[in-house]
């Protein structure tokens, strides 16, 4: 079990964070993430893809805890407009860009970081979020969309 937590502990956080963005909640459901992995391990059937399955326990409590606490982070774009030059600005910006993940919704969110941050494969995605590999292909299409119909909403120069 060691050997699993070093291996993926910080790409479990990593996706936590982009996902929920709150440190210690991250740093929280990580350990739960590996507790919860630790009692059913022996349960894993031996064809399963290990880090999906990780992804599939860490998404699980995400969802847990956004269901219980409501807790859901929007930002908009539509504060950032015009051009802007300072140092202050651009930093702003560049953070609200990096936050538009947050405006998708709930299953695109998680496959999309699944895939771009976790380096799940849409197969893998699939059997971490419990949906068929063509339903994921088509929630990464449309995630992939409305990210960047969000990304082009901002201005142009950073």
């Given amino acids: 079990m060691l050997a699993l937590v070093d291996r993926y502990y910080a790409s479990i956080g990593r996706y936590l964070s982009r996902l929920l963005g709150d440190v210690q909640l991250v740093e929280d459901l990580t350990q739960e993430t590996f507790l919860n992995a630790y009692v059913a391990l022996p349960r894993l059937q031996p064809d399963s893809h290990l ?12 969802r847990k805890h956004l269901r219980r606490q409501r807790l859901v982070r929007w930002l908009t774009l539509d504060a950032l407009s015009g051009h802007t030059t300072s140092l202050e600005d651009q930093v702003a910006r560049r953070d609200q860009v990096s936050r538009a993940p947050a405006q998708l919704p709930d299953e695109q969110r998680i496959c999309l970081l699944l895939q771009s941050w976790g380096g799940l494969s849409a197969a893998e995605i699939a059997q971490a979020v419990g949906k068929s590999e063509a339903a994921v292909r088509m929630t990464l299409v449309r995630a992939r969309r409305r990210f960047r119909t969000l990304y082009e909403d901002t201005p142009d120069e950073v």
């Fill in 51 to 62: 880090s999906a399955w990780l992804f599939q326990i860490a998404t699980n409590r995400a």
